[in-house]
Every structure is written in C-alpha cells, then in structure tokens.
C-alpha cells in the first residue's frame, strides 16, 4: 500500500530528472541566500550554473555537524526568521548546540515522508498509534505525531517514559502502532513480562523503531516480547527526523525518500562516492527544503546503498540499515569496535541479558576493555564453576567477533541501567 | 535429611553483601548457616534460613538473581574421623561434592552437602549409619 503511489513507484529516469531539477534550484538558493556555502562554492570554484544533472552533486561542498555549530542558530538559513513555523535544536552536549528551523512547507514534507513511511510499515487511519518517543526539541515524538496525523490514525502523544502507563494505554486503547527508540521497545517487552501480560493479548501489530543502530538478534526480542512485527525508521534532525527512509515488508532495506533527500555514500577516507553495495559514510543533500537547506551532509552514520528493484514496487533507492556511527567506533589497541557488534553476540547468548555495558580504560600503554552483562535469572545457578562457564562462553564469543580480549564481568541483576532513550553502552576513561 | 538451601549472586563490593543480611534482617529472616564462594568479581552467597519463602520474596524485590537447591544436611557426632565416614560413603556410589560447609558445637557437627544425587546419597549415608 502506497501513500504517494506515482512519486513512490516513479521510474529511475523520472527520479533522475525531477533530482535534477530540484538540486539545480537548491543550489540556486543556497549560493544566493547562505554566504557560507557561496564562499565555499568560490573557493572550489564553481557557480550554480556548474550544476546541470544530479551527478553533479560531487562537485559541490560538505558540510558537517562543526559547521552547524559554527553557524549557529540561523548563519547557514536561506529564508528569513518571519518564515520559521517551529525551531528543533539538539542539545549542546559536546559544545555549542545546533538548531534546525522548518517553515511551513518543510513541516508539510516532513509529516508527508512520515506518513509515507507509516503506509510503508502497513498502517492505515484505522491504527492507533502510540508515539513513545521523546516530544520536544527532539524530532522523534513531534516528527511520527504530525506524520500519523496525516495519515488520519489515532495518535496517543504519550512521550517516552512512564513505562507503568505506556503498558496500561497499550491495553486500553488497543494500540496497534509502537513507535519509540528500539532500546526502549526492549525495556517495554521485559516490563510486559513482568507484568505477566501475554503480548498475544494485545491488538500491537507493527513496531516502528529508529534513532539508534540496532541488530538483527535485537529484532527478533522485539518482535517476540511485543508479538510486532518490526520495521526500521531512520532519519536524524539535521535533515528531518524520523521518516528519511522506512523499511518495507520485505525487510531488505529501507526505501529513502529520494525526491527530498539526495543521498551519497562516501568512503570515509576519501570521501569519494562509493559503489553500490559498499559501507561508507551516509550523506544527504537536501533538494527541497527552505528553511535551511544542506549540501552533502555527512551524517557519520554507516551505511550502503542499492537500487535494485524492490519487490514491493517502490522504486527509491535502498539504505542498508545503518550498522554503527563513525564516531561511535572505538579503537582499542588498534582495533576498530562496534558496540553493535557486542549486543549481537549477547542476544545469541540465552544466558546473558542484551543489556550492557563496555568500559574501555587504559592501563600504562595498553587499552582495557571490560564488559559488564547481567546474567539471565533462569541460569543462575549455586555453582561458581558453571558461572564461570557462563562468563568463558561469552568471553569467547566476544573475543572471537572482535578479535581482541575482553575482559567480561559478570554483574548484578538490574545493575545496568535501563534506557528510556537512547541507551548509554560506552564508558570511555581513557582521556579522563 | 535433605534441606533448601538459598543462592544469592552478589557482586564483589563493599556493601553489596551487607545489603542482602538487611533485605532478610527487614523480613526477619533468620540465618542458621551460611557459606560464601567468591571469584574476583562476584561471589555466590548460600544460606540455610528459618523461612525461605520470605527470604526469596524479600531478596526478588530487590532484583537480586536468586536460586532455591536441595541440599543435604548431616548430623554427624563432633569426634575425629566423622567428616572422613561420610566423604568415604559418597566416595563408594560415586559422588563427588561439589561444595560443603559446616560447624561443630555442642557434641554435634552438622555439614551442608551439595552433591548431584541427593538420594542415591541419602541411601548410602544411611548405609554407613550416618543418617
Ligand atoms: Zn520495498
């Protein structure tokens, strides 16, 4: 089911036409509205004219998040403040925060790709949506609240958190839609289960899960403790928010909505565009927004790309789902690690929780890196040698994925704190 | 006779132990033997108590992973060579033991046994006069 059949099943020409069309006119904006990008276009010495065809994209600047910080609030605007309708911001954890304006039609096409992405998942107005994810400056509760709404589905704007009431709405309204981050769809499983509610009994039949990476292993817990089936959303604020690009029935993939959002995937080295099918770093260039429009920016999240036909009939191009953040990698003595790469191996392990935490240190010139798991409660047993078993298995099922030693600590049930958004895995001492 | 015994997994820091005897001190649980195995990290604390269904609903509240096994208990006269009957009755079907605590007071010396085979142990301990 198509919410915009003729953009959603446009042939590849038409796409490439329309692409081109639309970059033509952003670049047009931008270099007359943005002194930033002009003076960078200058230095690399091309004109909005330089730009004819989509492929001419490699031609234009990056931009990264130091440059939104760096032009913070509204240096990199193309319209003026009289056309904001609503102002998203991030906030300045590590420095200055960014912000990312919408005007009114910015907020119409993000609601549009939202609900898009909602008929993707198999949702019509007949669903109760619950939106349990954070409302606020971040994109995700207002992002899936406006797209549902579209849609003309029944929004429950719960937020994220108060774990006791989202069960208890869950049963009364019948929700049939969960839209949260997928850490927190985790922690609402287990919460059911100890709530002795069978997920059977609940009218949930779809799970629209994004915001942070998640594995396959992580699906499939999801998919059992909440009886959904689960799709992936991605999107992140600086472009959008959620609904950049959803994955269909046919979990191959997520369709991106490529007549909004143009997308490269660069190696990171080089930052020369990559083949199909390569992980590189995921970039968007935006061809229809107003309010701040981007040239190539870099997402830092990894990903690959296909454009192969997709048996449901969409024709976009295909982001693989994103597995891990260039600047979530750690190096540890050399060694590129993923803590995707960890919550994999635990959910293949009945006997750890897939709640943990990695502890990297450093002792004299050599990296530590520790990881704490909770053992499951069913096979705790008397017996420290069997423990210990335990604690070798998953040792060595680390060791064997990420090719260094770890050191595994086993932990107190409940000790690992439990995420309402999105969870926290790493703990790095090494520059403290 | 065999007898419950409770596990507690406790991670190996101050305080975490001192907050499993409150747990069961609030329940007013009372503890007549008691036995800890440690690793670096974490230990594994085995009781013998008054009421273990109050003490495992004191300690579930609290999150704790917690495991209820049958273990057997012998009474064995406070004299030389009494723990050496009873290792050499397991010994003759087979049994290892996997741990064991115990104390003497009193003329009496009773020992907690943890074997894989509670009844085929039982049958030779009484074999040997020991039950
Ligand atoms: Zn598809």
Known sequence: ?432 | MIIKQLSVFVQNESGRLMEVTEALHEANVNISALNIAETAEYGVLRMIVDDIEKAVNALKDLSYSIKVTDVLCVEMPDVPGSLNRVLKALLSVDLNVAYMYGYSNDGKAPLILKVVDNERAQIALKEAELE
């Open chain 1, 1 to 432: 089911m198509y919410w915009n059949e003729p953009i959603e099943t446009l042939s590849r020409d038409h796409m490439h036409a329309l692409q081109s069309e639309r970059l033509k006119d952003t670049v047009g904006r931008v270099y007359q509205n943005v002194e930033f990008y002009r003076k960078k276009m200058q230095e690399l010495g091309i004109e909005p004219g330089d730009i004819k065809t989509i492929e001419d994209i490699v031609k234009l600047p990056f931009t990264t998040k130091k440059d939104l910080r760096d032009n913070y609030p509204f240096g990199l605007c193309s319209v003026p403040k009289s056309e904001f309708v609503r102002i998203h911001a991030s906030s300045g954890t590590t420095g200055k925060p960014t912000s990312v304006p919408h005007t009114r039609k910015d907020l119409d096409t993000f609601a549009e790709c939202v609900a898009r992405a909602i008929c993707c998942t198999g949702g019509t107005k007949e669903d109760v949506v619950q939106v349990a994810y954070g409302y606020g400056l971040f994109t995700g509760g207002l992002g899936i609240h406006d797209g549902a709404t579209k849609l003309g589905a029944a929004v429950v704007p719960i937020s994220g958190g108060n774990t006791r009431n989202q069960l208890t709405l869950m049963q009364d309204f019948e929700t049939s839609i969960l839209a949260c981050t997928p850490s927190y769809a985790l922690f609402l499983g287990e919460a059911l289960a100890e709530a002795g509610v069978d997920p059977k009994q609940l009218n949930l039949r779809i799970g629209i899960f994004g915001a942070e990476p998640w594995s396959q292993e992580m699906r499939t817990k999801i998919e059992e403790s909440l009886n959904v089936t689960a799709y992936d959303i991605y999107g992140l604020s600086e472009i959008m928010g959620p609904g950049v690009a959803i994955s269909c029935e046919n979990q191959n993939g997520l369709h991106i909505a490529e007549d909004h959002f143009y997308p490269e995937i660069l190696d990171p080295d080089t930052l020369k565009p990559v083949a199909d099918g390569t992980i590189g770093e995921l970039t968007f260039t935006h061809l229809t927004k107003e309010a701040m429009p981007l040239l190539r920016y870099r997402t830092r999240d990894l990903s690959s790309i296909t454009h192969t036909p997709c048996e449901c009939g969409r024709t976009s191009a295909r982001m693989s789902k994103v597995c891990g953040r260039s600047d979530d990698m750690l190096i540890i003595r050399g060694v590129n690690v993923f803590p995707s790469q960890i919550e994999s191996v635990l959910l293949e392990v009945p006997e750890a929780k897939p709640h943990y935490l990695i502890i990297v240190d450093r002792q004299g010139t050599m990296d530590t890196i520790e990881l704490q798991v909770e053992i499951d409660d069913k096979y705790f047993t008397d017996e420290i040698a069997d423990l210990e078993k335990i604690r070798k298995k998953i040792k060595q099922k680390i060791d064997s994925v990420l090719r260094i030693g770890v050191i595994v600590k086993l932990v107190e049930h409940k000790t690992i704190q439990r995420s309402e958004g999105k969870a926290k895995r790493v703990i790095d001492r090494r520059h403290i």
